[in-house]
């Protein structure tokens, strides 16, 4: 038995697949299937968990801890009791409540599960959770893409439609866009995008302050930085964005709100579904970003759209639903169970994995961001980042580039994995370096390193290196902090293949030019022609590139003339 789980950032749900070969969502606190992520952490240590820890958030806020999904992949701790825990160790005691009931549900033992995870959780965040797992004593089968299993949901009990397929998943922390097509039981994801800061939790910090704001205008502060009157503050405001979603008002009731000095304040206070549509807005217009991105990756446009999943539970929301009309030029509709499809999805996937489920479906997922390595220019100090791994590629996917040593006798170069959009590792964030120690001496470029990204089913990366004197090394890149975001102080990067411009086609043309701006290069002067020699070593790093990629000749005949001009510059 392998079961499905969706570890929420709000909630959290169990699935396996019944003798009818259908996902069954397990029932957890008497018939609900979906329980509230929060742990509590008794006097004794031993923890508590759904909605025996939720009402311990008003009187013990400080050994209760909620939405701690949101806290994977930054490294931090979390203290109850004067003990540390990190995300990781609190989430394990969510998942192993969820097993726990299935156990006695099923009446049999569980060990083996599919976890969720926000597609566009990046790699220590899905470390994190399948570490999660394993501190439950799980084997962690699969990690899934939750708006995938949405998917997947759906092409189950739609085995032979052909369509172009949007899921929009807002859930309590994040927010997932991903387009995918199905095809007779083929789930084909083409890109996925995303925000790991966005959800429903954002909308009731946004009530939340419109209070606070509000009673500190009527001179009567509410006392938000006691933790009760804070957790209070919020539970209330999900309770009135909930209430929004049905009514046209709500009024916001809390009577006795009591400051450090014990003085009581009273919140009376009516909020309209336009107030809290003014103060959601711009956050929901925000994610036509990403539908944006993912359409335009996928390479399809909004008229290709045959059909818009909703998922998660802020999809419930009137204003999402209409921005999403507005947005899409269609109609969404709730085809799945917003709460439910995700764990369903999880239960289908652990069906086809332990072969339970014999449907001929067939799923493909991709990587939703670019990942790349840290190298230098060939001139120059500055360091970029070589893509090795674009963004949506469809996975597992592997990926080997060569480079070269960027100085004479280097012996060791930095292998490092930045995982992002941008150019610069700056832009990007560092997922591991590690070394590459005792190269062969000798001039630069004469050292070949062969440089492996390798991503897997549960978007998880391994990255080799190997020398052509056959030293090697490699990582799976390891879970650390966020404040370890700074590079490790390691000797030198390895430049691209730029060198290898002599042997491209056509490079004849340009050897007499580019060797006397070299040796020119090496007898100026910085205290004279810093700025020249600067532009020039950037004109030959382009130049050498065009002719190694084969720009055309009217480009490369310009950069030639740029590198004759800044020639005749040099003092
Ligand atoms: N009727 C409703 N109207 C508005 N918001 C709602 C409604 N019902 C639930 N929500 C919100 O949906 C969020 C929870 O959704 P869901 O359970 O899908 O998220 P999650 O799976 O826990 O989070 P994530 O997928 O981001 O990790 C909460 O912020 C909750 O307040
Ligand atoms: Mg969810």
Redesign the pocket.
């Known amino acids: 038995m392998i079961v499905g789980i969706?570890?929420?950032?709000?909630?959290?749900e169990i699935a396996y697949i019944n003798s009818q070969g259908q996902p069954e969502p397990i029932p957890i606190e008497g018939e609900s299937f979906?329980m509230p992520?929060v742990v509590y952490i008794n006097k004794d240590g031993t923890p508590e968990v759904g909605t025996a820890a939720q009402e311990k958030l008003l009187p013990e806020p400080e050994s209760t801890f909620q939405e701690v999904?949101r806290m994977f992949g930054q490294g931090k701790k979390l203290t109850a009791r004067g003990k540390e825990y990190t995300p990781a160790k609190i989430s394990s005691f969510i998942l192993s409540h969820l097993v726990k009931r299935a156990e006695e549900y099923l009446g049999e033992k569980v060990d083996r599960a599919v976890i969720t995870v926000?597609a566009y959780f990046n790699d220590k965040q899905r470390k994190e959770t399948i570490e999660a797992g394993e501190l439950a004593g799980l084997k962690v089968e699969r990690i899934l893409n939750?708006p995938t299993a949405a998917a997947l949901e759906y092409g189950l009990a739609n085995m032979m439609s052909t369509k172009n397929v949007l899921v929009y998943?807002?859930?309590?922390?994040?927010?997932?866009v991903t387009v995918l097509e199905l095809f007779e039981g083929v789930v084909d994801v083409k890109s996925s995008c995303g925000n790991n800061a966005l959800?429903?939790?954002d909308?009731?910090e946004l009530i939340m302050k419109h209070l606070v704001k509000t009673y500190a205008d009527k001179r009567k502060p509410i006392p938000i930085t006691e933790p009760r009157v804070a957790n209070n503050l919020k539970l209330e405001a999900?309770i009135c964005?909930?209430a929004?979603?049905?009514a046209e008002t709500y009024k916001v009731l809390m009577p006795f709100l009591k400051d450090r000095h014990g003085k009581t304040i009273s919140v009376d206070e009516t909020i309209t579904r336009k107030d809290f549509e003014k103060l959601i807005g711009s956050l929901v217009s925000s994610t036509s970003e990403q539908i944006k991105t993912a359409l335009g990756d996928a390479g399809l446009e909004k008229k290709d759209i045959d059909l818009v999943l909703l998922?998660?539970?802020?999809t419930?929301?009137p204003l999402v639903k209409a921005f999403l009309k507005e947005e899409l030029e269609f109609e969404p509709e709730t085809f799945v169970d917003?709460?439910l499809a995700?764990v369903k999805g999880a239960a289908i996937e652990a069906g086809i994995i332990s072969g339970v489920l014999n449907e001929d479906i067939v799923l493909s997922d991709v990587c939703p961001y670019t990942l790349s390595t840290e190298v230098l220019e060939s001139y120059g100090s500055m360091t970029y980042c070589d893509t090795l791994i674009p963004r949506n590629t469809t996975i597992p996917a592997k990926q080997t580039k060569t480079y070269q040593t960027a100085h004479d006798n280097q012996v060791i170069v930095r292998i490092s994995a930045y995982q992002g959009e941008g150019e610069f590792p700056a832009e990007n964030y560092l997922l591991g370096a590690f070394e590459l120690n005792g190269l062969p001496p000798g001039p630069r470029g004469s050292v070949d390193v062969d440089v492996t990204f390798e991503y897997d089913l549960n978007g998880v990366l391994k990255v080799y290196a190997k020398a052509s004197n056959g030293i090697d090394n490699q990582m799976t890149v390891s879970v650390v902090g966020q404040d370890d975001k700074e590079s490790p102080d390691v000797p030198d990067v390895i430049e691209s293949k730029i060198n290898d411009w002599k042997k491209a086609p056509g490079a004849d043309k340009y050897k007499s030019i580019i060797n006397r701006a070299e040796a020119r290069l090496s007898e100026a002067s910085d205290e004279d022609d810093g700025e020249i020699i600067t532009e020039l070593r950037s004109a030959m790093e382009d130049l050498k590139l065009g002719i190694l990629e084969q720009w055309d000749n009217k480009e490369l005949e310009s950069l030639k003339a740029e590198v004759l001009d800044l020639i005749s510059d040099l003092s």
């Open positions: 969706d570890l929420g950032t709000s909630t959290s979906i992520s999904k926000p939750e998943d807002l859930g309590g922390g994040t927010l997932d959800g429903g939790k909308f009731d999900e964005k909930k929004l979603s049905e998922v998660g539970g802020s419930r929301i917003p709460d995700v």
